[in-house]
């Protein structure tokens, strides 16, 4: 969707740092609904790996999670669940929710639905998905986010949304030739300007991982680090990728992110490795590999200074479960 900061030359502008952290959006699976309702209706959605989404096209919803405001979703608003939290959106805000399973889906292919349900007024319609990344680093990147990334008036600021989102329902129930590999590239891009809204709204955080990828400087370099978790960076590397000093350099990222740039980078590759020990199975060995480490043993420390505990508890624990 976007090319790599490697094949740009470096005596032209570099893409700014959301584009180098989002260039590797590509989703290795999508499912993806469109949701005709009618009052009264509720959908809970159940706790799951992939990240979610929503778009509301017309009328409005309520969108329910468990520690956090009940929100009021108008039409145009789109909003991102990174981590796949257990939420239910209803036509009221105290609305009953049905579990998703118990609804008729009208399947339109493998991983495509259509669902009505409700008896009465005007339907609401929603656009509803699931997507799991090919690049390990992104989906550990958005377990960073908030648990509720939410664009409000997405649909009216983005002019593309609406034309983008009847592309997609044209796939669901076209049943062309080709239509899954469409529909994921068209969710590709469906995500990607999602999240981009969702950031340029935050425009109050100060500090922080967003503040420090909107930093010119401080931003190029974190994009860095997460599109290479496992170069023996070093300060001076990195802040040559700034164009700043060493000195002024770390200051500038300790302040923002609120930790130096060591364990910054340290605790970005913990945050890797648990996840691939936990969910993909791999070997500590393996883990070690792929983020530098000489050694398992040196691994294994790193690890334990982060989590407090040794990296083969992770697959210990995932064997037995």
């Given at each position: 969707m976007?090319s790599?900061?490697s ?5 032209g502008l570099?893409p ?6 989002l260039?590797d959006?590509?989703l ?12 009264p209706?509720g959908?809970r959605?159940p706790?799951q ?6 778009f509301?096209?017309t ?5 329910r ?16 669940l990174?981590?796949g939290?257990?939420?239910a959106l209803?036509?009221?805000?105290r609305?009953?929710?049905k ?7 009208e ?7 259509h669902?009505r349900?409700g008896?009465f007024?005007?339907?609401?319609l929603?656009f509803c998905g699931s997507?799991q990344?090919e690049e ?6 958005l377990?960073l986010m908030p ?16 034309a983008?989102?009847?592309a997609m329902a044209?796939e669901?129930t076209g049943?062309r030739?080709g239509?899954?590999t469409?529909l ?12 981009r809204?969702?950031m340029?709204?935050q425009?109050?955080v100060s500090?922080?991982?967003?503040a ?8 190029r ?6 599109r290479?978790p496992?170069n023996?960076?070093?300060i001076e590397a990195l802040?040559?990728i700034?164009?700043?000093s060493r000195?002024?350099?770390?200051e500038?990222f300790?302040?923002?992110?609120g930790?130096?740039v060591?364990r910054y980078i340290a605790?970005?590759r ?6 691939w020990l936990?969910?993909d199975?791999?070997k ?7 983020l530098g480490y000489e050694?398992?043993?040196s691994?294994s420390?790193?690890f334990k ?6 990296p083969s508890r992770?697959r ?6």
């Amino acid at each position: 969707m976007l090319s790599r900061s490697s094949d740009i030359p470096t005596r032209g502008l570099l893409p700014d740092a959301l584009s180098e952290v989002l260039q590797d959006l590509r989703l290795a699976g999508v499912s993806y609904g469109r949701c005709e309702l009618r009052g009264p209706w509720g959908i809970r959605f159940p706790q799951q790996l992939p990240a979610r989404f929503h778009f509301v096209a017309t009328r409005a919803a309520w969108l329910r999670v468990r520690g956090q405001p009940r929100m009021r979703l108008e039409a145009g608003d789109a909003v991102v669940l990174p981590r796949g939290t257990t939420h239910a959106l209803t036509h009221r805000p105290r609305g009953t929710a049905k579990p998703l399973e118990s609804f008729p889906l009208e399947e339109m292919g493998e991983k495509t639905y259509h669902l009505r349900a409700g008896d009465f007024g005007k339907p609401t319609l929603l656009f509803c998905g699931s997507m799991q990344f090919e690049e390990p680093s992104l989906q550990a990147l958005l377990q960073l986010m908030p648990p509720v990334l939410l664009a409000r008036g997405l649909g009216t600021r983005d002019t593309l949304m609406p034309a983008l989102l009847e592309a997609m329902a044209e796939e669901v129930t076209g049943a062309r030739v080709g239509a899954a590999t469409v529909l994921t590239r068209l969710a590709d891009v469906l995500v990607a300007r999602i999240l981009r809204a969702w950031m340029e709204t935050q425009r109050d955080v100060s500090t922080g991982w967003l503040a420090a990828l909107r930093d010119p400087k401080i931003g190029r370099a974190i994009a860095a680090i997460h599109r290479n978790p496992g170069n023996g960076w070093s300060i001076e590397a990195l802040a040559g990728i700034a164009h700043t000093s060493r000195s002024r350099f770390a200051e500038r990222f300790t302040a923002l992110v609120g930790m130096p740039v060591a364990r910054y980078i340290a605790h970005w590759r913990m945050h890797l490795a648990s996840r691939w020990l936990r969910n993909d199975r791999i070997k500590v060995s393996a883990a070690a590999a792929r983020l530098g480490y000489e050694s398992d043993a040196s691994f294994s420390r790193a690890f334990k200074r982060v989590h407090g505990f040794a990296p083969s508890r992770l697959r210990r624990t995932r064997a037995h479960t």
